[in-house]
């Protein structure tokens, strides 16, 4: 069982920076891939960025390749997304989410997800 605990959103100017980070409890953090999701109102959850168990992996929504970037801590049970160079469009809920072992860009795959935090760039 691992639980997921979002934090670090909130309202920035576009342009701007926010890093969110997602703290898992659990001692096998380090068996999981982590994934970041968004979701904005009306629209269906879309992946953002993944990573991989050891963290030598990672993949990006084309979206923010360039201006996001996700890294992970196993020692601190943590995975952290870094956001440049905000959007409006990247106003959302943010999702962090763990899969067994799995480096994916869907969600179906994922096992366990936070409760999310909200992200809003204004304009």
């Known amino acids: 069982q691992v639980q997921l605990v979002e934090s670090g959103g909130g309202l920035v100017q576009a342009g701007g920076s926010l890093r969110l980070s997602c703290a898992a409890s659990?001692?096998?953090?380090?068996?999981?891939?982590m994934g970041w999701f968004r979701q904005a109102p009306g629209k269906e959850r879309e992946f953002v960025a993944a990573?991989?168990?050891?963290?030598?992996?990672?993949y990006y929504a084309d979206s923010v390749k360039g201006r996001f970037t996700i890294s992970r801590d196993n020692a601190k049970n943590t995975v952290y997304l870094q956001m440049n160079s905000l959007k409006p469009e990247d106003t959302a809920v943010y999702y962090c989410?763990?899969?067994?072992?799995?480096?994916?860009?869907?969600?179906?795959?994922?096992?366990?997800w936070g409760q999310g935090t909200q992200v809003t760039v204004s304009s």
């Open positions: 659990g001692r096998t953090f380090s068996s999981y891939a």
């Open positions: 990573i991989s168990w050891s963290g030598g992996t990672t």
């Open positions: 989410a763990a899969a067994l072992g799995l480096l994916a860009t869907t969600p179906k795959p994922y096992d366990y």
